[in-house]
């Protein structure tokens, strides 16, 4: 069964601050990834995906996707108190309808 | 854009009761999720479904039922519910033939039993 860690499971950063957040996935075929965000009492929303080894930026948010090393990580520049809330990754081989989310990490960004 | 609708927004039951959830999608999204996320906790799938009548078991379907008469709709069935048991059960599609890892959420069904 596909697999996938993130950490860490919480994280504390001031206002300004570049945050990293990491997942490992455990099956190389993978093939589609996605970043989402989900503030408190809120649904998860999607932020980003990808599916070819390499970065994506979109704002003060970039992904990135190592398949060699089975790794998907999101960066926030300049985080914002507004970037608090729990960030879960999701992964998926191409044709499989059942995406294998992480366990989430949980983001707090102070002033 | 598309958006997608849960009911009840807050449902509390009795130990034992039978409850329903209802999601409806206007996406046009052939596949659809049922996952229960317990407070500040990851997702896990009970039930997916990859078209209207399809029904595929997820990771936590003991305990629950489903169902998917048509192409926007999915219902969750709670067949016996359990005390203590506070979870939100979110909904959600996919596009078809897509990135399946990208999913598009509803707003939840918040449970708690009594």
């Known amino acids: 069964q596909q697999k996938v860690q993130q950490s860490p499971e919480s994280l504390i950063v001031p206002e300004g601050a570049m945050t990293s957040l990491n997942c490992t996935f455990s099956?190389?075929?993978?093939?589609?990834f996605a970043w989402y965000r989900q503030h408190s009492g809120k649904a998860p929303k999607a932020l980003m995906s990808i599916f070819s080894n390499g970065e994506k930026e979109e704002g003060r948010f970039t992904i990135h996707l190592n398949k060699a090393s089975l790794h998907f990580s999101l960066h926030i520049r300049d985080s914002q108190p507004s970037d608090s809330a729990l960030y879960l990754c999701a992964q998926t081989s191409g044709g499989n309808y059942k995406p294998t989310f992480g366990k989430g990490t949980s983001l707090v960004v102070h002033p | 854009g598309g958006i997608i609708t849960q009911t009840p927004k807050f449902l509390i039951g009795q130990e034992g009761q039978k409850l329903t959830l209802k999601c409806q999608q206007n996406f046009n999204h052939d596949t659809m999720y049922w996952y229960r996320q317990d407070s500040g906790k990851g997702l896990r799938l009970i039930y997916y479904?990859?078209?209207?009548?399809?029904?595929q078991k997820g990771d936590l379907s003991e305990g629950y039922d489903a169902s998917r008469e048509k192409k926007s709709s999915f219902s969750l069935t709670v067949t016996s519910a359990q005390k203590n048991e506070m979870a939100v059960f979110l909904c959600a599609s996919s596009r078809t033939g897509g990135n399946y890892a990208e999913q598009f959420f509803g707003p939840g069904t918040r449970l708690t039993v009594l």
């Open positions: 099956d190389s075929a993978s093939q589609y």
């Open positions: 479904s990859i078209t209207e009548n399809d029904l």
